[in-house]
């Protein structure tokens, strides 16, 4: 499958977050390969999105890649768990979108050790699982998808399965925003995290 390129990054995170729906992440380890199919996002529209991390152009040693090169790694830890996010928009306009979850596709294998004891439907369907599976970590941030070892392939047609949204997740304490439709989720798909 082709690598996704520079220009398909270069959109505000509203329309990347619906356009990643269908593609390919795939992360390699010294252990070998792990990927899966994208199946639920969450924009972050930057300055004015008072759930992004980036609100009112917040500028600290986390956000600072969500002002840099849309395509760029974005990964934080919240809680225990690392999550993962791609950068869009120009440069200076921090905004991101968060990966939520993931069907498996390839390492199988690792991704039942890197979560073990947990039924195949629960290894990647959420945004704290699906790095754990796959095998991302803090070390990918500012790492760009064009580059190994962390990558964006072309994958479903977008024809091929029906886009939902709602409203996002986790972040109740936001005001207004946490009421805007802003998750975008293949309709069906048992590996979306609700």
């Known amino acids: 499958m082709p690598l996704l390129e520079q220009s398909f990054y270069e959109k505000n995170a509203l329309e990347l977050a619906e356009s990643l729906l269908g593609k390919l992440i795939v992360k390699d380890t010294p252990e070998g390969r792990a990927s899966g199919i994208i199946v639920e996002t969450e924009a972050y529209m930057g300055a004015e999105d008072r759930a992004a991390h980036s609100y ?15 395509g760029s790694v974005y990964t934080y830890q ?10 869009a928009a120009e440069v200076d306009t921090p905004q991101a979108v968060l990966i939520r979850a993931v069907e498996p596709v390839e390492g199988l294998h690792l991704m039942e050790k890197r979560r073990p004891g947990r039924k195949q439907v629960e290894w990647t369907n959420g945004p704290g699982k699906l790095t754990k599976a796959l095998g991302i970590a803090m070390s990918d ?18 024809g091929d399965f029906e ?15 946490r009421h805007y439709p802003w998750r975008f989720f293949v309709k069906g798909n048992p590996y979306i995290s609700r």
């Open 163 to 177: 886009i939902a949204t709602g409203p996002r997740i986790g972040i109740d304490n936001t005001g207004e925003a």
């Open 78 to 87: 919240m809680h225990t768990h690392t999550l993962v996010n791609v950068v």
């Open 141 to 158: 941030y500012g790492s760009h998808y064009t580059v190994p070892p962390l990558q964006l392939f072309e994958g479903w047609e977008h």
């Open 56 to 70: 009112g152009n917040r500028r600290t040693r986390r956000t600072e890649i969500m002002f840099g090169k849309a």
